[in-house]
Structure formats: C-alpha cells, structure tokens
C-alpha cells in the first residue's frame, strides 16, 4: 500500500504488456509506419521524375513547389516517427494532421493528371512536363492504370488512419495522471498487471 501526500501527483505508467496485447501494438507500429514512409516515398517520385526541371535553371517557380512538397512531406514523415519513437501523442496528432493534408493534396493532383491524360491534347508535351509525364501521356493506357493505382492508395490511406488515432490513444492511457487529495491515494490490487510509480 502507498498512501500519498496531498501535494503529490501520482504517475500510474503500465507497461507496455498492459496496454495493449503485443500483437495489436505491433500491428498499429507497422500500420503507422508504412503511412509514415510513404510521404518519402513520394518525394523520391517527385525528384526521380523532375530531375531535368529541377536542374533547369530557368524554372524557378516549379523549383519552389518541389522545394515546399519536399520539405513538408519530411517534415510529416519525421514528426510521425519522432511521435512513435518517443510515444508522444501531440507529435501523433499533428503529424495526422500534416499527413491528411499531403494525402489530399496529392490526391487532387493525381485525379488532375488522369483528367489531363484522358482528355487533354498533348498538354504536357506542349508545357514540356517531366519526360515520366510526357511518357504517361503518350501511353494512355499505361499512365491511365498508373494515376488509378496511385488513386487507389491514396484513398486507402484515410482507411489506414484509423491506426495513427488508436496509438495516439494509447500512448494517451499509458501515462495518466491521477491527483490525489489527503492521505487516501492507494495502490490497485495487484491483478496481474505491473504498474509503476512515479512521484513529484
């Protein structure tokens, strides 16, 4: 039995075992992490794709606009794996946030480039696009399953987001802080569950 001081704030920090089972946990990390490297992902896409463009010095603004993608692209991947690394909800949340940002962003352009494969007239040739843009256009077919694959992931993320929220959660449970008044702050029974205690 622990019997606390009114000024004293309890710490109830289970261990990892009492969260969550270990399976379900180590689902929501994968989950997590494969929504977490696939803004970098992208960013590999972008630059592997635009390399000519962006060694061009002439195309100043197109340059910013892959500069800004990538910098917030990383900047949700690192947030998102600082929040799981360090089991920080508040880095979870705004990573969550950054990353239905990126997602819908991303998803607006890949429709924008189906429509323009599918009714535009050689609009990427004309405005000399990425030779990979250029090259999706002239195989319609093939650059028309490429953006609908893209699509399809896209969308299935908002299904896989889910995973994010339930380990923001948790991380939220696993460290709750219980004030107690007097003298009648106790210990649960012990139930199996190893509990530790910390004081300030």
Not at 9 to 15: F, K, Q, R, S
Not at 103 to 125: A, E, K, P, R
Not at 158 to 186: N, P, V
């Amino acid at each position: 039995m622990y019997n606390a001081k009114a000024a004293d704030e309890v710490y109830l920090i289970p261990n990892s075992s009492s969260s969550l089972r270990r399976g379900t946990y180590g689902q929501l990390l994968l989950i997590s992490s494969f929504l977490y490297l696939c803004p970098i992902l992208d960013v590999i896409l972008v630059w592997w794709s635009s390399s000519s463009q962006i060694a061009n010095a002439s195309s100043t603004l197109f340059k910013f606009c892959v500069v800004s993608y990538t910098c917030v692209n990383v900047a949700t991947s690192l947030t998102g794996f600082g929040g799981m690394i360090f089991k920080n909800e508040s880095a979870l949340n705004v990573s969550l946030v950054l990353i239905l940002m990126e997602n819908t962003l991303t998803l607006l352009c890949t429709t924008t480039v189906t429509v323009f494969i599918l009714f535009g007239s050689n609009i990427f040739s004309i405005h000399h696009a990425p030779p990979f843009l250029q090259y999706m256009e002239s195989n319609r077919r093939i650059g028309v399953l490429i953006c609908l694959l893209l699509i399809w992931v896209r969308i299935s993320y908002y299904f896989l987001i889910w995973a994010i929220t339930d380990l923001e959660h948790m991380y939220h449970g696993d460290c709750k802080i219980l004030k107690r008044s007097s003298m009648s702050g106790q210990v649960p029974p012990d139930d199996g569950i190893t509990i530790d205690i910390i004081t300030e």
